[in-house]
């Protein structure tokens, strides 16, 4: 059973910074693809950036190209590094390995 702790969430204001991290309980974490979701209040759940189980192809929903930038590292984390944050960025974020276990999501605020 993979446990996937979501954390780095919290509260900025419009053009913040904020850096979401997902840690594996388990090493063969890093032997697959992962994903960060995000759903907002009132809204289906929805993709936000992958990548693959080498981190040499990542993939990142239009609405936050540019802004947004996920990554991983030798270990059982990773990362999703968010700037230019807009209020609409507001939901609770999930990590999802590609076997389908998900963390349990972190909470992101952005204020206008």
């Known amino acids: 059973q993979v446990q996937l702790v979501d954390s780095g969430g919290g509260s900025v204001q419009a053009g913040g910074s904020l850096r979401l991290s997902c840690a594996a309980s388990?090493?063969?974490?890093?032997?697959?693809?992962m994903g960060w979701f995000r759903q907002a209040p009132g809204k289906e759940r929805e993709f936000v950036a992958s990548i693959s189980w080498s981190g040499n192809s990542k993939d990142y929903a239009d609405s936050v190209k540019g802004r947004f930038t996920i990554s991983r590292d030798n270990t059982n984390s990773a990362y999703l590094q968010m700037n230019s944050l807009k209020p609409e960025d507001t939901a609770v974020y999930y990590c999802?390995?590609?076997?389908?276990?998900w963390g349990q999501g972190t909470q992101v605020t952005v204020s206008s």
């Open positions: 388990v090493r063969t974490f890093r032997n697959y693809a």
């Open positions: 999802r390995q590609a076997l389908g276990y």
